[in-house]
């Protein structure tokens, strides 16, 4: 029996090549429970091959019977899901001192290639009764195996390479003044929390490059698998990296010292071309904001201190760019990609396809991209991310989104917008389709592409999805499986108008471009409507009080989290320990997050605080068929005072008056003047233009046409 035992441990390690971490935590003296992520029939005999003789595994018996011989080279028992009195076993099994080893799913992954499935409840209620001490563990790589129950849903072989990571001990708090079912709830959420923080921390790398990433990819989904569609071709991974070494030849002759370039493309197969050749050399893109203007376009290149910017002429003329091309480029030299593509050389394809054949890696040297805030509120400021940050971040989403090679992810957010940069990279480096569209805004298109291409994850912010639902045809949106909703606060109607029409409930997301973006998300498991979700995996979090407001100030760590800013005329400044969100938010006991405001979009009345985002959502209830936005403007008797921006010309501000007095609000809240608008200004990411709004509202111009208090 030692003779066989040793031999499976030699063989199964040689043929995963199974790496362990973290055996040296574990600790027997008191009762153990070890609970690992469940993703194969052949877990439990990698995970017999080095945990200690004394663990007891817990086996299904239909599998305990269809694995008899294997099964017998350890300790065990045998349990029915379905028998209550299995629970009891398990309990009596750790009471008597042995470590239990049990998959809290229940069941080997059928659902997704990076998140959990559910947790039951009774490894909690164990927990719970036995005060038992838990280890997390997380494995990877079993998934890809012809073992797992991916088929279909994943690229399988038969030998994949596999981790496995044993986290961090925890306990369950027992509260005998509340009933055991709520108890056993609440155990289960956080075993399901501390599983997935402990893959996360499996899966988050230092020191990448995102290219080596693509080719690690390439080789895990397939060289043939169609990764990447635009309205005009499709890149399969051979192709993409083929034409990434071929341009990155290209391009290395043009840039030579530049460590980096400003990027000005629409979403494109060409766009992540681009993006991919330069990470091959090394070099630092930063993204322009093609709907910024020339002058935020020409503040973000001298706060990037760049010298050339790539872009297209075909993009330049269907954009309306020429002037301002033509005013950038009397200060900095301007590449375009047919020009470049025209005179690519036999040798150029011959040594990009030499490197392609060869897998050439990346040095790891320059991993940053530079993306660009908004300027909604001020001058645009550049959000240094490096690579690893980036990959973190895909890795806390995948963790807690169920997504797998069948779905085709829909992309109209561009490149230069930190969400549209995550639903692009993310499906690539994860062997999930991804269809990219140049324009958010043609909101009858949208919905037509959509449909012809199966698309199953779909991504806007509220204004977007509100026009897309409008303009959609019933059976436009068939194929979908998941909305999400970002970078402005989800209107209940939207929402509603999604359920109602199209029978998809939109999800909302919060993030921030310094976070990579995304912070929290509410999922298909976890949903809390008029939340934002709850805090991605690996976000740690502290709230600072805000007189007068509920909750407080938001403060996060992650690995996620940008290297720091280059601000204009000031250069670089790293990221603090703690980044300040700059937003007002409160938890609820299930940890669902809930943003009350932003603390710059205040105004001060009185002496008081009035938030303009609780301004916005009364007026969005009381005019429920206008676009509403609020900005503040100086006041000489009160300091401040609010104007409200409607998109509605029957709408008087007294209607709104009323609606705040009749529902118990401070008179404070009521603007002191509405202004109509044929429609709301907007940035190119979706959110309202307020650097625009409040310059209309300092105008005198703002008094025509609109009404006071």
């Given at each position: 029996?030692?003779?066989?035992?040793?031999l499976?441990?030699?063989?199964?390690?040689?043929?995963?090549?199974?790496?362990?971490s973290?055996?040296?935590?574990?600790?027997?003296r008191?009762?153990?429970?070890?609970?690992?992520?469940?993703?194969s029939?052949?877990?439990?005999?990698l995970?017999?091959t080095r945990?200690?003789?004394?663990?007891?595994?817990?086996?299904?018996?239909?599998?305990?019977?269809?694995f008899?011989?294997?099964?017998r080279?350890?300790?065990?028992?045998?349990?029915?899901?379905?028998?209550?009195?299995?629970?009891?076993?398990m309990?009596?099994?750790?009471?008597?001192?042995a470590?239990?080893?049990?998959?809290?799913?229940?069941?080997v992954n059928?659902?997704?290639?990076g998140?959990l499935m559910?947790?039951?409840s009774g490894?909690?209620y164990?927990?719970?009764?036995?005060?038992?001490?838990?280890?997390?563990?997380a494995l990877?790589?079993?998934?890809?195996?012809?073992?797992?129950?991916?088929?279909?849903?994943?690229?399988q072989?038969?030998?994949?390479?596999?981790?496995?990571?044993?986290?961090?001990?925890?306990?369950?708090?027992?509260?005998?003044?509340?009933?055991?079912?709520s108890?056993?709830?609440?155990?289960a959420?956080?075993?399901?929390?501390k599983?997935?923080?402990?893959?996360?921390?499996?899966?988050?790398?230092?020191g990448?490059?995102?290219?080596?990433?693509?080719?690690t990819?390439?080789g895990?989904?397939?060289?043939?698998?169609?990764v990447?569609?635009?309205?005009?071709?499709?890149?399969?991974?051979?192709?993409l990296?083929?034409?990434?070494?071929?341009?990155?030849?290209?391009?290395?002759?043009?840039l030579?010292?530049?460590?980096?370039?400003?990027?000005l493309?629409?979403?494109s197969?060409?766009h992540l071309?681009?993006?991919f050749?330069?990470?091959?050399l090394d070099?630092?893109?930063?993204?322009?904001n093609?709907?910024?203007?020339?002058?935020?376009?020409?503040?973000?290149?001298?706060?990037?201190s760049?010298?050339?910017?790539l872009?297209?002429?075909?993009f330049?003329?269907?954009?309306?760019?020429?002037?301002?091309?033509?005013s950038?480029?009397?200060?900095?030299?301007?590449?375009?990609?047919?020009?470049?593509?025209?005179?690519?050389?036999?040798?150029?394809?011959?040594?990009?396809?030499?490197?392609?054949?060869?897998?050439r890696?990346?040095?790891?040297?320059?991993?940053e991209i530079?993306?660009f805030?908004?300027?909604?509120?001020s001058?645009?400021k550049?959000?240094?991310?490096?690579?690893?940050?980036?990959?973190a971040?895909?890795?806390?989403?995948?963790?807690?989104?169920?997504?797998?090679?069948?779905?085709?992810?829909f992309?109209?957010?561009?490149?230069?917008?930190?969400?549209?940069?995550?639903?692009?990279?993310?499906?690539?480096?994860?062997?999930?389709k991804?269809?990219?569209?140049?324009?958010?805004?043609?909101?009858?298109?949208?919905?037509?592409?959509?449909?012809?291409r199966?698309?199953?994850?779909?991504?806007?912010?509220?204004?977007f999805?509100?026009?897309?639902?409008?303009?959609?045809?019933?059976?436009d949106?068939?194929?979908?499986?998941?909305?999400?909703?970002?970078?402005?606060?989800?209107?209940?109607?939207?929402?509603?108008?999604w359920?109602d029409?199209?029978?998809?409930?939109?999800?909302?997301?919060?993030?921030?471009?310094?976070?990579?973006?995304?912070?929290?998300?509410?999922?298909?498991?976890w949903?809390?409507?008029?939340?934002?979700?709850?805090?991605?995996?690996?976000?740690?979090?502290?709230?600072?009080?805000?007189?007068?407001?509920?909750?407080g100030?938001?403060?996060?760590?992650?690995p996620?989290?940008?290297k720091?800013?280059?601000?204009?005329?000031?250069?670089?400044?790293?990221?603090?320990?703690?980044?300040?969100?700059?937003?007002?938010?409160?938890?609820?006991?299930?940890?669902?997050?809930?943003?009350?405001?932003r603390?710059k979009?205040?105004a001060?009345?009185?002496?008081?605080?009035?938030?303009?985002?609780?301004?916005e959502e009364?007026?969005?209830s009381?005019?429920r068929?206008?676009?509403?936005?609020?900005?503040?403007v100086p006041?000489?008797?009160?300091?401040e005072?609010?104007?409200?921006f409607?998109?509605?010309?029957?709408?008087?501000?007294?209607?709104i008056?009323?609606?705040?007095?009749d529902?118990?609000?401070?008179?404070l809240?009521t603007?002191?003047?509405?202004?109509r608008v044929?429609?709301?200004?907007?940035?190119g990411?979706?959110?309202?233009d307020?650097?625009?709004l409040?310059?209309?509202a300092?105008?005198?111009?703002?008094?025509?046409?609109?009404?006071?208090?």
């Amino acid at each position: 029996m030692v003779l066989v035992k040793w031999l499976a441990r030699i063989v199964l390690n040689l043929l995963f090549q199974a790496r362990f971490s973290g055996l040296e935590k574990l600790d027997f003296r008191k009762p153990t429970i070890l609970i690992p992520n469940h993703l194969s029939l052949i877990d439990a005999a990698l995970l017999a091959t080095r945990l200690p003789e004394e663990v007891t595994f817990v086996v299904n018996t239909r599998i305990a019977k269809r694995f008899a011989p294997l099964i017998r080279l350890r300790k065990h028992i045998a349990v029915d899901p379905m028998n209550p009195y299995s629970v009891k076993q398990m309990v009596k099994t750790v009471q008597k001192g042995a470590p239990l080893l049990v998959f809290p799913e229940g069941r080997v992954n059928t659902a997704s290639v990076g998140s959990l499935m559910k947790i039951y409840s009774g490894v909690g209620y164990i927990a719970l009764r036995t005060g038992a001490t838990l280890y997390p563990i997380a494995l990877n790589g079993p998934e890809r195996s012809k073992f797992s129950y991916l088929k279909h849903k994943i690229r399988q072989v038969w030998f994949p390479k596999v981790t496995v990571q044993i986290g961090d001990p925890f306990t369950l708090d027992y509260d005998r003044t509340q009933s055991m079912k709520s108890q056993k709830e609440r155990a289960a959420a956080q075993i399901q929390k501390k599983l997935e923080a402990e893959l996360v921390s499996s899966r988050v790398k230092d020191g990448i490059n995102l290219f080596n990433e693509l080719l690690t990819a390439a080789g895990h989904h397939g060289y043939n698998f169609p990764v990447c569609e635009d309205i005009s071709q499709t890149f399969t991974y051979k192709k993409l990296l083929t034409a990434s070494y071929v341009f990155a030849r290209k391009l290395e002759a043009e840039l030579k010292d530049e460590p980096g370039v400003a990027v000005l493309l629409p979403n494109s197969a060409a766009h992540l071309l681009v993006l991919f050749a330069l990470f091959k050399l090394d070099k630092r893109p930063a993204i322009l904001n093609f709907s910024a203007g020339e002058k935020n376009m020409r503040i973000a290149c001298e706060t990037a201190s760049v010298r050339t910017i790539l872009t297209s002429r075909q993009f330049v003329d269907k954009g309306k760019l020429t002037p301002v091309i033509e005013s950038l480029g009397q200060r900095y030299r301007v590449l375009y990609l047919e020009d470049m593509k025209d005179t690519l050389r036999i040798s150029d394809k011959l040594s990009g396809f030499g490197d392609y054949l060869l897998k050439r890696k990346a040095e790891v040297n320059n991993t940053e991209i530079v993306l660009f805030t908004s300027g909604s509120e001020s001058v645009p400021k550049g959000v240094v991310l490096d690579h690893a940050n980036l990959y973190a971040n895909m890795q806390q989403t995948r963790t807690v989104m169920d997504i797998n090679a069948r779905d085709v992810f829909f992309n109209a957010m561009p490149m230069f917008h930190s969400l549209g940069l995550l639903v692009t990279v993310l499906p690539v480096l994860n062997g999930v389709k991804v269809f990219l569209y140049p324009s958010p805004l043609h909101y009858k298109v949208i919905p037509e592409l959509a449909y012809d291409r199966n698309a199953t994850f779909l991504f806007g912010t509220s204004t977007f999805l509100a026009a897309y639902g409008k303009a959609a045809h019933p059976y436009d949106f068939q194929s979908l499986r998941c909305v999400i909703a970002g970078a402005e606060k989800l209107k209940d109607e939207v929402r509603q108008l999604w359920v109602d029409k199209f029978h998809v409930c939109p999800v909302e997301g919060y993030g921030t471009t310094e976070a990579s973006p995304v912070v929290a998300m509410n999922t298909r498991m976890w949903h809390r409507k008029g939340t934002v979700g709850q805090l991605l995996p690996g976000i740690a979090y502290k709230l600072e009080p805000v007189p007068g407001l509920e909750g407080g100030k938001l403060l996060i760590q992650g690995p996620n989290l940008m290297k720091g800013y280059l601000l204009h005329e000031e250069g670089f400044k790293p990221c603090p320990e703690w980044y300040d969100t700059g937003d007002v938010v409160k938890l609820d006991e299930d940890g669902f997050v809930t943003i009350v405001s932003r603390v710059k979009r205040f105004a001060k009345i009185g002496g008081e605080m009035v938030s303009l985002n609780q301004v916005e959502e009364l007026a969005a209830s009381c005019y429920r068929d206008a676009n509403v936005a609020a900005v503040s403007v100086p006041d000489s008797r009160k300091a401040e005072r609010i104007i409200l921006f409607v998109t509605q010309e029957e709408h008087q501000i007294q209607t709104i008056k009323q609606f705040v007095k009749d529902h118990g609000h401070s008179q404070l809240m009521t603007p002191s003047k509405l202004v109509r608008v044929e429609k709301l200004p907007i940035l190119g990411s979706g959110k309202p233009d307020y650097v625009a709004l409040k310059k209309l509202a300092e105008e005198p111009a703002a008094d025509e046409g609109a009404n006071a208090v």
